[in-house]
């Protein structure tokens, strides 16, 4: 199992760019090459032949190459995320959009292991009119913030790592309380963080 890293991410424009940008983001992604049984008569687990429509799928906008849905996932489709996106799986648990103006939305997703600085990287170059604004936190321990436009970096803050709240073996529940509180600090920070950027 990866560790799960909270993604809380704006883009900032013009609102017919912002509407544009939301349209393009919805869809699903291309199906892997996946068969439900392979040739010795195993079953794939991994194998879901309906796709659901998400609100926020890394395809619609850093699209796959097409070879993502000759081979099989786990010979081929892993990599080929982990080449064109910078993770695997894209996002997952996507709420949103949501939007307190016209001129930006906001979505919440979840991804594995660290945040996706190369989808973000490419997406920004296609959209050069929009800011994005991504603040992250999660398993790991991993906390940070960083902002992207055309491409290019223009503010990035990670957490201090050691900040993360130590275990206490007597007490998991209590530990489990206290390393989620330690998690959803960029959650809260994050419209501070986008106005800091406008």
Same mark, same amino acid.
């Given at each position: 199992?990866?560790?799960?890293?909270?993604?809380?991410?704006?883009?900032?424009?013009?609102?017919?760019?912002?509407? &544009?940008?939301?349209?393009? &983001?919805?869809?699903?992604?291309?199906?892997?090459?996946?068969?439900?049984?392979?040739?010795?008569?195993?079953?794939?687990?991994?194998?879901?032949?309906?796709? !659901?429509?998400? /609100?926020?799928?890394?395809?619609? %906008? =850093?699209?796959?190459?097409?070879?993502? #849905?000759?081979? #099989?996932?786990? !010979?081929?489709?892993?990599?080929?995320?982990?080449?064109?996106?910078?993770?695997?799986?894209? &996002?997952?648990? =996507?709420?949103?959009?949501?939007?307190?103006?016209?001129?930006?939305?906001?979505?919440?997703?979840?991804?594995?292991?660290?945040?996706?600085? %190369?989808?973000?990287?490419?997406?920004?170059?296609?959209?050069?009119?929009?800011? @994005?604004?991504?603040?992250?936190?999660?398993?790991?321990?991993?906390?940070?913030? @960083? #902002?992207?436009?055309?491409?290019?970096?223009?503010?990035?803050?990670?957490?201090?790592?050691? !900040? &993360?709240?130590?275990?206490?073996?007597?007490?998991?529940? /209590?530990?489990?309380? %206290?390393?989620?509180?330690?998690?959803?600090?960029?959650?809260?920070?994050? !419209?501070?963080?986008? %106005?800091?950027?406008?």
């Amino acid at each position: 199992m990866p560790n799960n890293v909270h993604i809380t991410f704006t883009a900032v424009g013009e609102a017919e760019r912002i509407t &544009a940008f939301i349209q393009q &983001a919805r869809g699903t992604r291309k199906p892997t090459g996946d068969v439900p049984e392979d040739e010795q008569g195993r079953k794939n687990y991994n194998y879901h032949p309906e796709r !659901d429509e998400s /609100a926020f799928e890394f395809d619609r %906008l =850093v699209p796959l190459p097409d070879s993502y #849905s000759l081979y #099989s996932y786990s !010979d081929h489709g892993y990599e080929l995320e982990s080449r064109t996106w910078g993770t695997k799986w894209g &996002a997952y648990g =996507v709420k949103g959009p949501t939007q307190k103006r016209e001129t930006e939305v906001t979505y919440t997703f979840t991804v594995a292991w660290e945040p996706p600085k %190369l989808f973000f990287e490419k997406v920004s170059m296609q959209w050069p009119d929009l800011l @994005f604004a991504i603040s992250y936190g999660g398993e790991g321990p991993c906390l940070g913030h @960083f #902002s992207i436009h055309h491409g290019v970096y223009a503010c990035e803050e990670e957490g201090d790592y050691h !900040d &993360a709240p130590p275990e206490d073996e007597d007490n998991e529940e /209590a530990s489990y309380a %206290l390393y989620k509180e330690w998690q959803e600090q960029y959650r809260r920070g994050h !419209d501070a963080y986008v %106005l800091s950027l406008l």
